[in-house]
Nanobody
Framework: QVQLVESGGGLVQAGGSLRLSCAAS????????MAWFRQAPGKEREFVAT????????YYGDSVKGRFTISRDNARNTVYLQMNSLRPEDTAVYYC???????????????????WGQGTQVTVSS
């Protein structure tokens, strides 16, 4: 069983920055790929970023490339999402996710996730 708890969301002006954190419980964290997704009202859950178990490789959704950075600290069982140059269209609930074992990380989708956090709201004002 894995529990994921996000924090760090909030209200920020366009152009600003936020850093989200996801604290994980369970012994499988350091061997698991992790990801961030987001969901805006009335829209499907969207892939944001993913990172391999060792942090060596990352992939990003096209809409956040060059602005967001995913990282992890396996000693702290935590994964991060640094979000810079935020835009109003980044407004969404952001979810931390554990990727199902054996899944390829390119073209990741929500069906490749076996555990979700409860989500944290990010609101970007114009």
């Amino acid at each position: 069983q894995v529990q994921l708890v996000e924090s760090g969301g909030g209200l920020v002006q366009a152009g600003g920055s936020l850093r989200l954190s996801c604290a994980a419980s369970g012994r499988t964290f350091s061997s698991a790929a992790m990801a961030w997704f987001r969901q805006a009202p009335g829209k499907e859950r969207e892939f944001v970023a993913t990172i391999t178990y060792n942090g060596w490789t990352t992939y990003y959704g096209d809409s956040v490339k060059g602005r967001f950075t995913i990282s992890r600290d396996n000693a702290r069982n935590t994964v991060y999402l640094q979000m810079n140059s935020l835009r109003p269209e980044d407004t969404a609930v952001y979810y931390c996710a554990k990727v199902r074992a054996g899944v390829g990380l390119q073209d990741l989708s929500a069906r490749n996730v076996d555990y979700w956090g409860q989500g944290t709201q990010v609101t970007v004002s114009s």
